[in-house]
Nanobody, 126 residues
Framework: QVHLVESGGGLVQVGGSLRLSCAGS????????RGWFRQPPGKEREVVAA????????YYADSVKGRFTISRDHAKNSVYLQMNSLKPEDTAVYYC???????????????????WGQGTQVTVSS
């Protein structure tokens, strides 16, 4: 069984920053592909960012490029999402995800979503 626990969400003003953390435990390799989905209110879930087994390859949605940074710590089996210059449209529930693979695909969806955290709310107020 895999456990992914997010933390770091909250309420922030436009232009502010938040850092999301996701700690993995259980039957999860610390080198699996990890990433973040988000689901804005009333909208479809979307991939935000993903990172491969050693952090050498990353993916970002166009809407967050230059503002968000994904990173990982193998020793802690954790992944992080540093979110800067936040906008109201970043308001969403953010979900940590782990895929049982080690590299990001060159085509298609960067994340499958094999295992999910419970989600953490991020609200950006204007």
């Amino acid at each position: 069984q895999v456990h992914l626990v997010e933390s770091g969400g909250g309420l922030v003003q436009v232009g502010g920053s938040l850092r999301l953390s996701c700690a993995g435990s259980g039957q999860i390799s610390n080198t699996y592909v990890r990433g973040w989905f988000r689901q804005p209110p009333g909208k479809e879930r979307e991939v935000v960012a993903a990172i491969d087994w050693n952090g050498g390859n990353t993916y970002y949605a166009d809407s967050v490029k230059g503002r968000f940074t994904i990173s990982r710590d193998h020793a802690k089996n954790s992944v992080y999402l540093q979110m800067n210059s936040l906008k109201p449209e970043d308001t969403a529930v953010y979900y940590c995800v782990a895929d049982r693979k080690f590299t990001l695909p060159t085509v298609g969806n960067p994340l499958r979503g094999d295992d999910w955290g419970q989600g953490t709310q991020v609200t950006v107020s204007s």
